[in-house]
């Protein structure tokens, strides 16, 4: 098992400094997770220094071994490393230049730092559950009040996602470049084929067939 508390250290060392956290002590909790996270270590995190209000993070080591990276063909981290040190900051300006209301913006936990190399991908995160957040259980059905907040913020994210693309079309173009979805080869071939048993594909209409039938 990957020991994954030095790792995390020099993140958090790195963020104290940037925050200037002199002589600060800093406390690591690894969570247990009962089985529920299998690919990552996660720890709650404060940190403490004199006169300063105690920063309580909360950090995510990722445990993946090549063998498993190379079988899924997966990036680790990437996405969020990508949106938390660049596209937000976009964001955050088109928010500032159309004068968005504050209730209006786009939620999203602070981030405060990350390691991004090869077998030791980190990321931490303010710790929310210090504001009363809590993980919701995803073995039961949400409540409308919580999936119609999930609605809106997806949708705050896509308006701007969209205003984005307008207003720099050359950054939305680099960022296409740089940015492709992997997906292992032939992963849906099988459900899709079951999916199209029977008569379904002779019910749909020319112009889709081709959308089911011509696969990877």
Known sequence: MTDTGPILREVLNTISAKEKYE?????????????????SHLYEVTISAPNKPDLELFGKVVTITEDKRAAFNISV???????????????????????????????????????????????????????????????????????????KQMAYLHVLSVVFGQDNPEKRDEIFKKINFTFPKGQWRTPIQIFMSGNLEASLHQKYQKRFTILP
């Open 77 to 151: 981290l990437d996405t969020e490393y990508f949106f938390y040190t660049n596209l937000l900051n976009e964001y955050r300006l088109l928010e500032e230049k159309y004068k968005i209301p504050e209730r209006n913006r786009l939620l999203t936990a602070k981030s405060y730092g990350f390691d991004n190399g090869y077998l030791r991908e980190t990321v931490v995160m303010e710790n929310l559950s210090k504001k009363k957040f809590m993980c919701y259980n995803r073995l039961e059905s949400v409540t409308w009040e919580h999936a119609a907040e999930c609605i």
């Open 23 to 39: 002589n600060c002590d800093i406390k690591m909790k690894l969570i247990n997770t009962d089985g529920a996270n299998y690919l």
